[in-house]
């Protein structure tokens, strides 16, 4: 785990070694264990790489980078886990190939010079590197299928920065972006992050997850990328076959998950949420690890029993015979919201609500305790139907099926068993359901955004429910998921891993037939069946299970209300760009301050906005507004 830097320029330029130290200064807190820088030239071109390193296999000073083959045809910088290097590290030694370090990166470096391009499929993790080789004059960019690791790059005609934080791309190139529309537009009106290539600033794009771009660095070549993907997410079908067998197909496959990603020379932990995603890569551990083993638990809790998820969480930690480190997140809300600019910064985008700013002080907490590697259970909602509104898309893909028999019997389920649909809010179904017969909140629109055709389609959209699962992974919403927890966990120089988003968990649970996950009024029903042999009842069937919440909602109305009033009594950078009104946005905010309980406005309709000017202020730097 680490951060990458790089500058591929046809110019003769003097200043790529200050360039290049700029970057990885701009990330240094991604790799405090070392650094390293590697140039050279290949025809007209010149390269520079950069690298910052947290070490987390083979602790040694052999495991730096940028890391070159023994006969020089090839340097790699690789930021990642592969985390089965062990398997592929015994196909290449049968070939012949000797290692001279215990290292992934070595691995991936010998895997793409024996196997090529080929070697990507075979790789299980989580990637994004460089690698220059020279006997093909070619320099190839990857990022890992699902976007887990960062690669973010600008062109400049022929010359080409890139990195693993848009920081460094800025810190190289001194320039000044415009904000990008499209990217704007979305979090505004639909609370979509990175859920396109383009970032909020404009000429700045990111790799797309699972994708190659190659570089031909030839003399005829004209210095544009040749982007391809090398992975898809599975298609749907219909999987037959015996019920019991696929439950227990399941649980394997999640094992043996969690077990590669315990692989680590320093100390391995996860978070513990009280919920069944995250209590069963716990259960996992334990069971891979044996009873005497330090399991490391790490959970959010605070003193409002309306907020804190304590009480699950202590059954599981009985269940383990294992301690939990609780962190108590009992700041003023004056405090979280100046945590939220730094937070904000550390994400270089803005983020959609207060839950980033607590993984941000979990992520301390795990650096002050020295826990290195941490497990996450993010990925299981979007691949079993976790969230409230994969049941009204079922229902909704039921009923235009014509079966409104079987829709009335999911209801009825979910009624019966008081999941799910008690947690009905108007404001956020208004994200999904296209506009149709829900209230519109107050328009706050600038003159950029309307007329722009930038909306994406969030609802179902006549796609089956499993295709639309497909759009969460692809773009709708892993891809923000991923970006705060890689951010907020390289912002204390932590490592997250995500058993869930092991490609073999999602060539298995995303082509299941939806009856498998909604059941009996209960989401997730395959995965609570494959692990309640090793979990507490009251959490492989827990009921009322959240994400992380906090009085957000009533600190925007009441404390916060004095410093919003005056932020927006103020001039705002997204209204001289053109991205607000002003005054639209105060009367909505009046309105939202008016409501009582869940209503027209909801939460994000007023947050996401003061989250975009809070960004556009720590970074007006290199923003060109107006």
């Known amino acids: 785990m680490c951060g990458i830097a790089g500058i591929l320029s046809t110019e003769a330029d003097e200043g790529l070694a200050a360039k290049i130290e700029a970057m990885t200064n701009a990330q240094r807190h991604r790799g405090p264990d070392g650094e390293g820088v590697w140039f050279g030239r290949v025809g007209d071109f010149t390269l520079g790489l950069g690298h910052v390193r947290l070490a987390i296999l083979d602790l040694s000073a052999a495991g730096q980078q940028p890391m070159a083959m023994p006969d020089g045809s090839g340097v790699l910088v690789f930021n990642g886990e592969i985390y089965n290097y062990l398997e592929l590290r015994a196909e290449l030694e049968a070939e012949g190939v000797v290692f001279r370090t215990g290292t992934d990166t070595e ?29 093909a004059r070619r320099l190839t960019l990857s990022r890992d299928r699902f976007g887990i690791k960062p690669l ?14 848009i920081k460094a791309v800025l810190a190289a190139t001194r320039r000044r972006f415009p904000i990008n529309a499209i990217a704007a537009g979305r979090f505004l009106e639909q609370s979509l992050l990175d859920a396109q290539e383009q970032t909020f600033f404009d000429g700045i794009d990111a790799l797309a997850p699972g994708s190659i771009a190659f570089f031909d660095l030839s003399a005829a070549s004209d210095g544009k990328p040749r982007v391809r993907a090398y992975w898809r997410p599975p298609r ?48 996992a551990m334990r069971e891979l690890l044996g009873p005497g083993a330090n399991l490391r638990l790490l959970a959010a809790t605070n003193d409002n029993p309306t907020y804190d998820e304590r009480p699950f969480m202590e059954i599981m930690a ?43 002080l979990l992520m301390e907490e795990a650096k002050r305790l020295g826990v290195t590697v941490i497990l996450s259970g993010q990925g299981a909602d979007e691949l079993l139907c976790g969230y409230r509104k994969f049941l009204g898309f079922r229902i909704q893909e039921l009923l235009a099926g014509g079966k409104p028999l079987k829709a009335a019997r999911l209801v009825s389920g979910f009624l019966r068993n008081r999941t799910v649909l008690n947690q009905f809010d108007i404001g956020e179904a208004r994200r999904y359901m296209g506009g149709w017969r829900m209230p519109r909140t107050i328009d706050i629109r600038g003159p950029r955004l309307i007329g722009e055709d930038f909306m994406l389609d969030n609802g179902l959209g006549g796609r089956t429910l499993v295709e639309r699962q497909l759009e969460d992974v692809a773009r709708l919403s892993v891809p923000a998921l991923v970006h705060y927890e890689d951010r907020c966990s390289m912002a204390w120089a932590r490592e997250i891993r995500l058993p869930f988003l092991d490609y073999r968990m999602v060539n298995l ?50 404390e916060l209300r004095p410093a919003i009033s005056e932020l927006l009594a103020g001039d705002l950078l997204i209204a001289a760009a053109g991205l607000v009104d002003r005054a639209a946005l105060r009367r909505r905010y009046e309105a939202y301050c008016r409501q009582r309980g869940r209503g027209a406005v909801s939460f994000k309709d007023v947050f996401n906005p003061i989250a975009l000017e809070i960004w556009a202020r720590h970074f007006e730097g290199s923003l060109a507004i107006g």
């Open 509 to 558: 649970l995303l082509p299941l037939d939806p009856n498998l996950k909604l059941r009996d009024g209960w989401t997730k029903w395959v995965f609570r069946k494959a692990m309640e042999p090793f979990l507490p009842s009251a959490i492989a069937w827990r009921k009322d299970k959240q994400s992380f919440v906090s009085p957000q909602s009533e600190w925007l109305k009441k």
């Open 236 to 283: 749907p079908e219909r999987l037959d076959g015996d019920e019991a067998d696929l439950i227990k197909a399941v649980r394997d496959s999640f094992f043996d998950a969690v077990r590669v990603r315990l692989r680590s020379d320093v100390p391995v932990g996860v978070l513990l949420s009280g919920g069944v995603d995250s209590s069963s890569i716990a259960g």
């Open 152 to 165: 973010y790059y600008f062109r400049d005609g022929r010359n080409l920065c890139f990195g693993s934080e």
């Open 318 to 360: 009985r269940h383990l015979a294992s301690p939990v480190n609780f962190v108590k997140l009992e700041r003023s809300p004056q405090e979280w919201f100046r945590l939220l600019g730094e937070v904000i910064h550390a994400n270089d985008e803005p983020v959609g609500g207060f839950s980033t700013v607590a993984h941000f």
């Open 107 to 135: 691995v991936l470096m010998w895997a793409l010079r024996r196997w090529g391009d080929a070697a990507l499929p075979r790789l299980n993790g989580m990637w994004a590197f460089a690698w220059l080789d020279f006997t």
